[in-house]
């Protein structure tokens, strides 16, 4: 049996708020990784069951790894479909924001957001949760917002509902979010929701071939291009940084999800204990970090990056060139010496 967790008042409001709602809206982040896209179609799937009509609105489009997700091709890219996105979401009895803890982690979705009338929800697992809802299900020590939402819908009695379909959804978030279960997966509870999701009918390892065995000729050279030229290692502080530029992703003909894991590949390697990737967008360098063991990753992005997230997996935004973005890391990360050390001291560090 799960632990219980979500604070029974949020349960009650969010249950009626569902009964008096027709038309819901599910919001998330932009850039949406599995987790975002996982817990919004396995929340949808399920409210679809129960007679709800369900829109998933994303700010820009999802990987190319996670069309295959039950529900993926209903999502409403907001920059491909901006009139008929701000429609619904005029239209909307509730908003659920799943998987952001801010508003301006939607982008220009969150002017549409703020000026509806419906009541807002947030289901969300990450830090200093924002206060543009009328119920807050935060909890930042889950290790996904999938694993959040399956909480909540057994919560709200909805368990029956949660079909092969919402199951897979569900599992891809909470699979993506830990690095196939490689960080922030120490929670008993985690395994008890993977064994009801294998009898709900997915198939994990066809979910994680899908996932993760997706490549492209492109892909496969862009990011071997991006260990062999990009990666550079800094030795004294255990750690790695790996760079793309605009015109190095137009190279490889980018497609969003081409470089999902390669923040992670550095931490292959036993001295590595933080790894952080820069990879310039239109107008701001996307920052992704992981570490491993007790190395706070979500330090660096609060307090550099104008970001947050776990110890071990975090990210953020740098406005700015790549090469003062890369400037910056240098001049900030040896505030992070003593951390580094108290980690690798034990493990034979050199005197």
Do not use: W
């Amino acid at each position: 049996m799960l632990t219980r967790l979500v604070d029974e008042k949020n349960i009650k409001e969010l249950r009626k708020l569902l009964e008096t709602s027709d038309n819901i809206v599910i919001t998330t982040h932009i850039a949406p990784d599995g987790d975002a896209i996982g817990s919004s179609l396995g929340m949808a799937n399920v409210l679809a069951a129960i007679g709800k009509t369900v829109k998933v609105i994303t700010p820009d489009t999802p990987p190319r790894n996670l069309t295959f997700l039950p529900g993926a091709k209903d999502i409403v890219v907001y920059t491909r479909y901006t009139e008929f996105a701000e429609q619904l979401i005029k239209n909307a009895d509730l908003i659920l924001a799943l998987d952001y803890n801010d508003i301006k982690r939607i982008d220009r979705v969150g002017d549409a957001v703020l000026g509806s009338k419906a009541a807002k929800v947030m289901i969300d697992h990450h830090l200093f949760p924002g206060d543009f809802v009328d119920v807050k299900i935060s909890h930042p020590e889950v290790s996904s917002t999938s694993m959040l939402v399956f909480r909540v819908l057994c919560r709200l009695e909805l368990f029956p509902y949660i079909d092969k379909k919402a199951a897979t959804c569900i599992y891809t978030g909470m699979m993506t979010d830990t690095g196939n279960f490689s960080y922030n997966s120490n929670d008993p509870d985690l395994y008890l929701v993977i064994s009801e999701l294998i009898k709900k009918g997915i198939n994990k390892d066809a979910i994680y071939s899908k996932v993760y065995n997706s490549n492209t000729v492109d892909r496969l050279r862009l990011n071997g291009f991006a260990v062999e030229q990009k990666m550079k290692v800094y030795d004294e502080y255990h750690g790695a940084l790996i760079t793309l530029t605009r015109d190095e992703l137009n190279r490889f003909r980018y497609q969003k999800g081409d470089t999902e894991s390669l923040v992670n590949v550095p931490l292959t390697v036993p001295e590595i204990i933080f790894s952080v990737f820069l990879r310039e967008e239109s107008d701001y360098i996307k920052v992704s970090t992981r570490s491993k063991g007790e190395f706070p990753v979500n330090k660096l992005c609060e307090e550099h990056f104008n970001g947050g997230g776990h110890k071990n997996a975090a990210g953020g935004e740098f406005f700015g060139t790549m090469e003062e973005a890369v400037a910056h890391f240098e001049k900030v990360i040896p505030q992070y010496l003593p951390l580094i050390e108290a980690q690798v001291e034990p493990k034979g560090k050199k005197k």
